[in-house]
Structures are given as C-alpha cells and as structure tokens.
C-alpha cells in the first residue's frame, strides 16, 4: 500500500472529527490489520459527541481513537461549516460491509463482538450468502451485565486465539467505546465501534431510506421505528447539540480543553 497521508480534523465541541471518506477508512483499516498493529475506529454521531461533552471518562476514550468519522450527518454540515467544503459521510454500517467485502477478496479473518446470539447468528449467515469465501472465525453476544474480569479474560484469549485480524464491535455509545479503547492494544488489532450495523446486516431492524438519509432525517425514521427507547436521545440531545454548537460557531463558548 502506497503511505497514507495525515488525518485532517476539526474539533466539535471539543472532540475531534476527522475528514475521512470510504475507502481512506477502509484503506486505514486494512493496513493495520496487515501489520497487526492496535487501531479503533469510532463512526460519531451527535450522541457520541454530546456523550463526550458530558463525560470526563469518555473525553478521555474519544481523544484516543485512532479515526473519528462522520456517521451522522449533522456532524458532515458541522466539518464543512468549520472549512472543510469536502466532507462527506461514513456510515458505519455501509463502512462495515466495505471492509467486509475487502476482507472476503483478501481471506482475512474477520470477528464480531456484540448484540445479541440471534442476532450474531443471523448476520453470520447472512454475510456468508453475500460473500461465500469471507472467514467468519469469532463471533460473540456477551451478556447485558458487565463481564466479570474472568469472562473478559476468556473473551480476549477467544479472540486471539480465533485468529481474527478485524473486529467488529455492536454495544452501543458510549459501551462500545468504553470497550475498544480497554482493548484495542491488548488484542493489537483494528477494532470498529460500528452500532446498530450488526441489526441492520441481520434484517432485525429497518433503516431508514436513502432520501432519509441523506435529508439528515435518519434520526426520525428511528425514532418512530423505536420512540420508547430513542425519544430520549433525539428529543433532548439533538436541540442540546445545536445549542452549544451555535455557541461555539459565534464564538459565546470555548470547548478546548
């Protein structure tokens, strides 16, 4: 691979976003696992942004992600308010099924962390009827309580010695965070806090259409597919972000740290 050049990024609210696109993430992505090193991914959204905003511990997790991109597309009009005309989207589930199919053409072992066993059960199958040669060798629902030090142990040692060399990560913000950045230098390989990416691949959960998604109206596509679990984060943290986000743009508020 030829050398990848640096991540450009603006701070929202404080946290860093990078100007990524497809295949610059999927390039990154593919490169670490090539040489084993320890790198994780976290596609933002305004939640995770707004989750950082009130959380120390989760400063701290963010500012150590190895690429930030812009799941949602709030954050893509923030980026190019900020100067970057360019900046685009990269959704986590659509990223995800790029890297997968990276992963079938090349037989490199690929793993999942996260959701649910039928879940985790039906997307496996499913993935294996889209990319027959793709090596599915770790796939895992822990359970909805926090593991015990001995369940993590297990879990790490499975996923070394499964031979994985991409991991794939379905908790939810901020578990999913908290979770790759306590072990993507123990397991020393890419690991991506990808969301609902694993309920979308299986068929669980509908996404929203195309004209949605690009409208920025995702969030109320989910939000009338779930409200009972959603209507929390959309109808208090979305007006929570653009109030301190137009605070920060007319310069009322600092968010550096």
């Given at each position: 691979m030829e050398d990848i050049g640096?991540?450009?990024s603006?701070?929202?609210?404080?946290?860093?976003?990078?100007?990524?696109?497809?295949?610059?993430?999927?390039?990154r992505v593919l490169r670490a696992a090539e040489k084993r090193q320890p790198f994780w991914l976290c596609p933002a959204s305004v939640h995770t942004v707004i989750e950082r905003h009130h959380n120390s511990m989760f400063r701290e997790i963010m500012d150590s992600a190895s690429l930030v991109t812009t799941d949602g597309v709030p954050l893509v009009w923030t980026l190019r308010i900020l100067g970057i005309r360019r900046a685009q989207r990269v959704y986590g589930p659509t990223l995800t099924e790029r890297i997968l199919e990276c992963a079938s053409n090349t037989e490199m072992s690929v793993g999942f962390y996260g959701s649910s066993q039928r879940v985790i059960e039906t997307m496996a199958v499913r993935l294996k009827?889209?990319?027959?040669?793709?090596?599915?060798?770790?796939?895992?629902?822990?359970?909805?309580?926090p593991a015990t030090p001995e369940e993590d142990l297990a879990t790490v040692r499975n996923i070394k010695e499964s031979g994985a060399r991409i991991l794939f990560v379905g908790l939810g913000c901020p578990k999913?965070?908290?979770?790759?950045?306590?072990?993507?230098?123990?397991?020393?390989?890419?690991?991506?806090a990808v969301g609902a990416a694993f309920d979308f691949i299986a068929g669980?959960?509908?996404?929203?259409?195309?004209?949605?998604?690009?409208?920025?109206?995702?969030?109320?596509?989910?939000?009338?597919?779930?409200?009972?679990?959603?209507?929390?984060?959309?109808?208090?943290?979305?007006?929570?972000?653009?109030?301190?986000?137009?605070?920060q743009l007319v310069?009322?508020?600092?968010?550096d740290r």
């Amino acid at each position: 691979m030829e050398d990848i050049g640096p991540i450009v990024s603006r701070k929202i609210l404080g946290m860093r976003v990078d100007f990524s696109s497809y295949d610059d993430a999927v390039e990154r992505v593919l490169r670490a696992a090539e040489k084993r090193q320890p790198f994780w991914l976290c596609p933002a959204s305004v939640h995770t942004v707004i989750e950082r905003h009130h959380n120390s511990m989760f400063r701290e997790i963010m500012d150590s992600a190895s690429l930030v991109t812009t799941d949602g597309v709030p954050l893509v009009w923030t980026l190019r308010i900020l100067g970057i005309r360019r900046a685009q989207r990269v959704y986590g589930p659509t990223l995800t099924e790029r890297i997968l199919e990276c992963a079938s053409n090349t037989e490199m072992s690929v793993g999942f962390y996260g959701s649910s066993q039928r879940v985790i059960e039906t997307m496996a199958v499913r993935l294996k009827q889209r990319w027959p040669r793709l090596h599915i060798v770790y796939a895992h629902a822990p359970p909805y309580r926090p593991a015990t030090p001995e369940e993590d142990l297990a879990t790490v040692r499975n996923i070394k010695e499964s031979g994985a060399r991409i991991l794939f990560v379905g908790l939810g913000c901020p578990k999913q965070e908290t979770w790759s950045y306590d072990h993507y230098r123990i397991l020393n390989i890419p690991i991506l806090a990808v969301g609902a990416a694993f309920d979308f691949i299986a068929g669980v959960k509908p996404q929203a259409p195309k004209w949605m998604q690009s409208a920025g109206l995702e969030w109320l596509f989910r939000l009338l597919s779930e409200p009972r679990r959603l209507w929390r984060r959309y109808l208090l943290i979305n007006p929570a972000f653009l109030f301190l986000l137009a605070a920060q743009l007319v310069g009322l508020r600092r968010f550096d740290r």
